[in-house]
């Protein structure tokens, strides 16, 4: 097993994540939060501290408890689709906060509906693939 996966679901005022699990039945656990960090009115993210502290709870209460257990990969979907959509800046700073808070890879979507595990699974798995081919020699 490569790991576990974490989905995020951010929506203005609330964080919510899951562990992605490989079965249909039952679902993974999941856990939400809300928190005033997320309800800026010009954007997605108020205070990034928090946002990072938000997610480290989210790993935190999702993953098992014992040292041996390995970073989360981690996506972070941004629900509401902004108008004119999401800046680099944005994203970037979700990135980094998934990534501070302890996952080992991670990736931020900013658009399209929220992901069934099975898509977050698969979406999980190609993204280390191609991160593993793209390290290859050639």
Known sequence: M???????????????????????????PQWSAEHA???HPRTLM???FAVQALLRQAYAALLPRH??????????HLLP?????????ESRAFREAALRAGARK???????????DAQALDFCRQGLLSAAVQRLPD
């Open 106 to 116: 991670a990736w931020v979507l900013a658009q399209g509906a929220a992901l069934s």
């Open 46 to 48: 108020g205070d990034y």
């Open 2 to 28: 490569w790991g576990h996966c974490i989905y995020v679901c951010v929506q203005p005022g609330q964080l919510q994540a899951r562990l992605v699990v490989d079965q249909p039945q039952p679902a993974g």
């Open 37 to 39: 960090a997320l309800a």
């Open 67 to 76: 040292w041996l257990t390995p970073a989360p990969v981690v996506i972070v």
């Open 81 to 89: 689709e902004a108008q004119g959509g999401y800046t680099q800046v």
